[in-house]
């Protein structure tokens, strides 16, 4: 059971590539999000899914898209990168929206991002 | 404005022996309140979730306890060991929006 799988691991752009991070989940979980984690701050919520086909922006959406066409994968991509989106990103599941008493979060093991 | 903070923000103690790391939110309404245990370049594992009517919960020698009336958390650590060394987040649930409001985390090393 691999669980909540990213990829790539590390990757290094240059200002204005664009890229996409790949998630995909194993568990049959109808949420799905990603985060951005910074130092010294709390994890952000950048978009989630409830579902397929149903994407909705979180905390800090600008430069980032995603879609959901199977409940299985959600990519995030970045649409002209900048410095300022230098972060590890981490893409989470759950079975319920992610707050209901037993809705645990699972995490993937991050993507490291570098823009110059 | 709904926030968690956590304290302190980084801790050192000696195999074997006993910490505990601190949760202060003003989230409300409340839903859950949860800890996670994040080890360095891997992401957040569940430790473990209470809800608004439990004030103590255990995951082995990790026993996390909620006051819901101070609005405080706490995660006690028991006869640490070496693989405890991680980050320690401690995330709030936000009943009417679903949204989960992360801490920053306290970061738990511990030395033979």
């Known amino acids: 059971n691999a669980g909540v799988t990213q990829t790539p691991k590390f990757q290094v752009l240059k200002t204005g590539q664009s890229m996409t991070l790949q998630c995909a989940q194993d568990?049959?979980?109808?949420?799905m999000s990603w985060y951005r984690q910074d130092p010294g701050m709390g994890l952000r919520l950048i978009h989630y899914?409830?579902?397929?086909?149903?994407?909705d922006q979180g905390e800090v959406p600008n430069g980032y898209n995603v879609s959901r066409s199977t409940t299985e994968d959600f990519p995030l991509r970045l649409l002209s990168a900048a410095p300022s989106q230098t972060s590890v990103y981490f893409c989470a599941s759950s079975r319920t929206s992610g707050d209901g008493d037993t809705g645990e979060l699972f995490f993937g093991e991050g993507s490291r991002l570098t823009v110059l | 404005k709904n926030q968690v903070e956590q304290s302190p923000q980084s801790l050192i103690i000696l195999e074997g022996k006993n910490c505990t790391l601190q949760c202060n939110y003003t989230v409300s309404p409340f839903s859950n309140l949860r800890w996670y245990k994040q080890d360095t370049g891997r992401g957040p594992v569940s430790l473990t979730i209470?809800?608004?009517?439990?004030n103590t919960k255990s995951n082995g020698r990790y026993t996390a306890t909620l006051d819901a009336d101070t609005k405080q958390s706490s995660l006690h650590i028991t006869a640490s060991q070496l693989s405890d060394s991680a980050s320690y987040i401690c995330?709030?649930?936000?009943?009417?929006?679903?949204?989960?409001?992360f801490g920053t985390g306290t970061r738990l090393q511990v030395f033979p």
């Open positions: 209470m809800t608004f009517s439990e």
């Open positions: 568990m049959n979980h109808e949420y």
């Open positions: 899914s409830v579902g397929a086909g149903i994407t």
């Open positions: 995330v709030v649930s936000a009943g009417n929006t679903d949204k989960l409001i």
